[in-house]
């Protein structure tokens, strides 16, 4: 298995959803994973929102997840696997949104 960095994911404009992909060389390829990680970065000062696909917005539509904003003692997560299929997990449909412009990300996945 092999680990990925999707690196820090910023949304300039808060209601603009980014891709998780969107570091990667190619950030619309298919790029499928087994497994992902994704968490806020500490100094977030708002929610953020994961969805699939460019169409979701953080009031619901396409949502599957949100974290809280980081704290002194807890990082909050969100991660998904596929167990009993390899690399069955799409990270470039995954997007991700924020309350305010410049929060950001840390993602990361694994290949089998």
Not at 82 to 106: F, K, L, R, T
Request: aromatic share 6%.
């Amino acid at each position: 298995m092999g680990n990925i960095s999707f690196g820090r994911i910023t949304v300039a404009a808060a209601g603009t959803p980014q891709r998780l992909t969107s570091n990667q060389v190619n950030p619309g390829a298919v790029l499928l994973v087994h497994a992902l990680l994704i968490q806020p970065h500490p100094a977030n000062t708002g929610r953020v929102y994961i969805g699939i696909g460019a169409a979701f917005v953080k009031s619901g539509a396409g949502q599957i997840a949100w974290l809280a904003v980081p704290g002194t003692n807890v990082s909050p997560a969100f991660s998904e696997t596929v167990s009993y299929a390899q690399n069955a997990v799409e990270a470039s449909e995954i997007y991700i949104d924020v309350d305010n412009n410049g929060d950001s990300v840390i993602g990361s996945g694994i290949i089998a």
